[in-house]
């Protein structure tokens, strides 16, 4: 059988689908994405966002390359290690038929289907010697094939717009307006500036002393990156980008308390926009695990201390100019939340 011509991209896709989403979310559960250094933000955010949202189907379809490679290698590492210990010296570039002989070495001494898939295919992904060979036994060998990859209609936040009932819209507008008379009633009054009395004893003008000022050096904005689907509806590069708004967050789940209430308007950084709408990144008023210091709160004029949420939201809109302004983040404390 001729193995097929698929590109490397999709079988690593494609590997992810065939795998139990048990195991991939079991993998991914376990690792620590929170302020890991070590990985760059196209490769964490979508695996933070499958360890919230648990759609291993849109994380494989849809997440960065670079980050479904990641996942797919950390279920690989183990039977990779095993496979190369039972080829020996012909680890580097194995035969067929040493391929395949080791392959059911490590079936009979208990390795799953599962574990056999992410190998292959993590192996074709990054086009080893024996990549063709990887190709020819999940295509010969019915418990390793393959799903397609499934054509999905955009159906996200972030690509589809929502459909806002007109009484809705009329509450959320009340809300914002109620809003906005609370924060300029305790609006803080300022004492008056003293005035400067005049003297008429005149004084004879000095000369200041030259001074060597040293020029300051310019704080370049960190760009953000954003995910594919985020890049075909919102731009990072954004003159909106940077201010701080008040926005309908919608709640992560149901309340309890209020069932009915799905969204609550809060502060909310924005970190890109389109015309339909913006990304932001809700900011609270309690610490959670997803959460760190939004160190302006104080000069923004915030009563309390507040917390910015790794999580973004995309908002849709018919106009930028339903968003209240709340201030605008310099340049060095956008790079502190970003």
Avoid at 304 to 315: F, Q, V, W
Wanted: charged content about 25%.
């Amino acid at each position: 059988m001729t193995p097929s011509t698929s590109s490397p991209v999709h079988y690593v896709r494609r590997g992810l689908l065939k795998i139990d989403d048990a195991t991939v979310l079991e993998a991914v559960d376990s690792l620590d994405l929170r302020g890991n250094a070590k990985i760059s933000a196209v490769v964490g955010m979508p695996l933070r966002s499958l360890q919230q949202r648990r759609d291993v189907t849109a994380f494989a379809i849809g997440a960065p390359i670079a980050a479904v490679k990641g996942l797919l290698e950390l279920l690989a590492m183990e039977p990779l290690e095993k496979i190369v210990t039972a080829l020996g010296d012909h680890a580097d570039s194995p035969s067929y038929e040493q391929l395949s002989a080791a392959i059911d070495q490590l079936i009979a001494n208990g390795a799953t289907d599962d574990e056999i898939v992410a190998l292959l295919t993590f192996a074709i992904g990054e086009e080893f010697p024996a990549a063709a060979h990887c190709r020819q036994l999940l295509d010969e060998r019915p418990q390793f094939a393959l799903p397609e990859l499934p054509e999905i209609a955009p159906s996200s936040a972030l690509l589809a717009p929502k459909q806002i009932d007109p009484e809705v819209r009329e509450q959320r507008k009340a809300r914002r307006e109620e809003e906005k008379r609370r924060r300029r009633n305790s609006a803080p009054v300022h004492p008056a500036r003293p005035v400067r009395v005049k003297s008429d004893k005149k004084v004879a003008p000095v000369e200041p002393a030259p001074v060597n000022v040293e020029p300051v050096p310019t704080i370049e904005r960190r760009r953000l990156l954003l995910t594919p689907a985020e890049s075909e509806r919102f731009s990072a590069e954004h003159p909106f980008v940077a201010t701080v708004v008040l926005a309908e967050i919608p709640f992560d789940a149901v309340d309890p308390v209020i069932p009915e209430q799905r969204a609550k308007l809060r502060p909310a950084l924005v970190v890109a926009a389109g015309e339909s709408g913006v990304l932001v990144r809700g900011i609270y008023s309690s610490a959670s695990t997803t959460r760190s210091l939004f160190q302006p709160w104080r000069r923004l004029g915030f009563d309390r201390i507040s917390y910015i949420d790794d999580a973004r939201t995309a908002l849709t809109l018919t106009s930028l100019d339903e968003l209240e302004r709340l201030g605008r983040l310099s340049d060095d404390e956008w790079n502190a939340v970003n």
